[in-house]
């Protein structure tokens, strides 16, 4: 954008149409990598207000809900795999793949809640706290009220960044391309120890 040709975006404008200043900072950062010029998206900032109102509401889902109780990990496998990839991202500019990574670990976290619900505080409060460390440097705002609701007294800005547990970065499944005549057909994701026979069926259904 040029001040002297006139064709910048004010963006006040954004901000007073409802979508607030944390919604233009991701996707400033969001829209490509620092080193890269694009072309302004006027739908961007709505893409990126949506994703932030889906961390929002999850975790405000569940501090409304009851803790279903039963045991499993899958949020944390599906959060810390972000941690891991929006530290090293941050750490090297790479701010359009860390928030990338925090959109795919917010939709598994979707799907996980749908499958089977809050199941077990125990595990996710820790992943929606670290979801909302994660969006910290990109929309402070909403994640230190996010932080507050999740009944912390200090400022989620200052000294608070999720450290990843490798425990949880390996998965349970694999994903095989299925071929025919040397053409990709397909996916088919199976356990780690499947055998081949398994996997061949898979493939065939």
Do not use: C
Request: proline residues 5%; glycine residues 6%.
């Amino acid at each position: 954008f040029s001040k002297s040709k006139g064709n910048g975006v004010d963006p006040l404008e954004i901000i007073n149409s409802g979508y607030g200043a944390d919604a233009l900072r991701t996707y400033l950062m969001f829209a490509a990598p620092l080193d890269l010029w694009i072309r302004w998206d006027p739908q961007g900032v709505p893409g990126t207000y949506r994703f932030l109102n889906r961390v929002w509401n999850i975790t405000q889902e569940f501090l409304e809900s009851k803790d279903a109780g039963g045991e499993t990990d899958l949020p944390l496998k599906a959060i810390h795999p972000a941690i891991k990839k929006v530290t090293h991202d941050i750490e090297n500019q790479k701010y359009n793949t860390a928030i990338s990574a925090m959109m795919k670990a917010t939709n598994d976290l979707y799907e996980i809640k749908a499958k089977q619900g809050f199941k077990g505080e125990r595990v996710w409060r820790p992943a929606l706290e670290a979801l909302v460390q994660l969006i910290a440097p990109f929309a402070p705002h909403t994640a230190e009220q996010l932080w507050q609701d999740l009944g912390h007294k200090d400022s989620v800005n200052k000294d608070n960044w999720p450290q990843w547990d490798e425990k949880y970065l390996v998965s349970d499944t694999v994903t095989y391309a299925v071929q025919v005549n040397g053409k990709l057909r397909g996916e088919v994701e199976v356990s780690v120890d499947a055998d081949q026979e398994t996997v061949v069926s898979a493939a065939k259904a």
